[in-house]
């Protein structure tokens, strides 16, 4: 299971990768804030973090919508 901090950086490089190689889908960005993990609980904060880096990666995928 990916670390924290690794996901935060694929996090950050995909959602970079949408903002200036795809900026028409900027707009679902803003819809879809990155998410706040509260929780102490390491295993929640990668839970969390892991959806969200699969739904960024959905937008990408499914770019041509």
């Not at 996901?7 to 950050?12: A, M, Y």
């Not at 190689?21 to 707009?27: A, F, I, K, R, S």
Request: glycine share 0%.
């Amino acid at each position: 299971m990916k670390e924290i901090q690794e996901l935060n950086k694929e996090i950050e490089h995909t959602t970079l990768k949408v903002q200036q190689e795809y900026p028409e889908m900027n707009e679902y960005l803003d819809d879809n804030p990155t998410p706040k993990v509260n929780s102490k609980d390491p295993e929640i904060k990668i839970k969390k973090l892991s959806n969200w880096l699969i739904t960024l990666k959905q937008l990408l995928n499914h770019r041509y919508w």
